[in-house]
């Protein structure tokens, strides 16, 4: 059984930097692709970074160049760092998997999500 617990959203002015945390628990969680997801309302989901469990990344357009996925598996973690954020990015970020380690098949697993506002 996997848990996903999101940490570390806040309110931050622009053109700061934040780190999101995911503590991921449960059996052979460190095979399966894991993503970043963000949603703000009245916006649809939208992908931030994934990441497979051959530790190939890959970022959004909107967020390329400024954000960065890592997994820590001695900690359990998978972090987003996110530098010069805007307003834009202002979100309910959320940790998934897709049971799968080449992310195929679709995320389908979705921590409770951290909000991140920035002004």
């Known amino acids: 059984h996997v848990q996903l617990v999101e940490s570390g959203g806040g309110s931050v002015r622009a053109g700061r930097s934040l780190t999101l945390t995911c503590t991921v628990s449960?059996?052979?969680?460190?095979?399966?692709?894991l993503g970043w997801f963000r949603q703000s309302p009245g916006k649809d989901r939208e992908e931030v970074a994934r990441?497979?469990?051959?530790?190939?990344?890959t970022l959004a357009p909107s967020v390329k160049g400024r954000f960065t996925i890592a997994q820590d598996s001695a900690k359990n973690t998978l972090d987003l760092q996110m530098n010069s954020l805007t307003p834009e990015d202002t979100a309910m970020y959320y940790c998934?998997?897709?049971?799968?380690?080449?992310?195929?098949?679709?995320?389908?697993?979705w921590g409770q999500g951290t909000q991140v506002t920035v002004s």
């Open positions: 998934a998997t897709t049971f799968t380690w080449d992310c195929v098949g679709g995320f389908n697993y």
């Open positions: 449960g059996n052979s969680w460190n095979n399966y692709c």
């Open positions: 990441i497979d469990s051959k530790g190939t990344s």
